[in-house]
């Protein structure tokens, strides 16, 4: 089946640590795309890319970093900089173009213990 | 830059009633909207998107939005609503020049379907 995983599903850190999040498909996507979900405040863009070995910051990048170096591969780490960073992680794909819908996968709830 | 506002963070139906979740958008160009729907702690789900092949657009489980450009809006709707259409649901636009391919998104509305 063709999709988006991301890994975990649920992920506790303690303050001061970094921690990795997932995000793999296997859609043959160019884009890729990472969103922070917090109660009442819709979907806000961290960081996103276009092509292999580069990306681009989103509207709230502080504290979170990225890398592509394959096509089929997005991992966001949330860094010890991030100061709050408990909040629902969704990882995103999509075909390069302004009228082409982003397929999500099922997110990675992160929780500052 | 492109935005979309959603008039109404939750909204509350009888089961069979009708259903409207509103979006306005703000683009200095022409836009590409899309509405999305969110299960609890799940992903996104693509319900219908609009790209100016047809101003009604009609997407899965029976809902359709119209394009208004006069109103700037893309308004959600649904004759009859269902209690399996209880989730939350995201207005989304791309567009505004260049290569600004990402989805923006409003803040949301929860769907609450009473029996």
């Known amino acids: 089946d063709g999709g988006i995983t991301q890994s975990p599903k649920y992920l506790f850190r303690k303050e001061g640590q970094n921690v990795t999040l997932s995000c793999e498909q296997n859609l043959n996507h160019d884009a890729m795309y990472w969103y922070r979900q917090d109660p009442g405040q819709g979907l806000r863009l961290i960081y996103y890319?276009?092509?292999?070995?580069?990306?681009q910051k989103g509207d709230i990048a502080e504290g979170y970093s990225v890398s592509r170096e394959k096509k089929e591969s997005f991992p966001l780490t949330v860094t010890s900089a991030q100061k709050n960073p408990t909040a629902f992680y969704l990882c995103?794909?999509?075909?390069?173009?302004?009228?082409?819908?982003?397929?999500f996968g099922q997110g990675t709830r992160l929780t500052v213990v | 830059a492109q935005s979309v506002t959603q008039l109404g963070s939750h909204v509350s139906v009888s089961e069979g009633a009708l259903v409207l979740l509103r979006c306005n958008y703000s683009s200095s160009v022409p836009p590409y909207l899309f509405w999305y729907v969110q299960y609890p702690n799940q992903g996104l789900q693509l319900l219908l998107k609009?790209?100016?092949?047809?101003?009604l657009v009609k997407g899965i489980n029976g809902f359709e939005a119209e394009f208004k450009k006069s109103e700037t809006s893309f308004h959600l709707t649904k004759p009859s609503a269902h209690m399996s259409d209880a989730a939350e649901y995201f207005c989304a636009v791309t567009g505004g020049g260049g290569s600004n391919y990402k989805l923006t998104f409003g803040k949301g509305t929860l769907l609450t379907v009473n029996p």
């Open positions: 890319s276009q092509i292999v070995n580069d990306f």
């Open positions: 995103a794909s999509s075909i390069l173009g302004m009228n082409t819908e982003a397929f």
């Open positions: 609009y790209t100016s092949a047809a101003t």
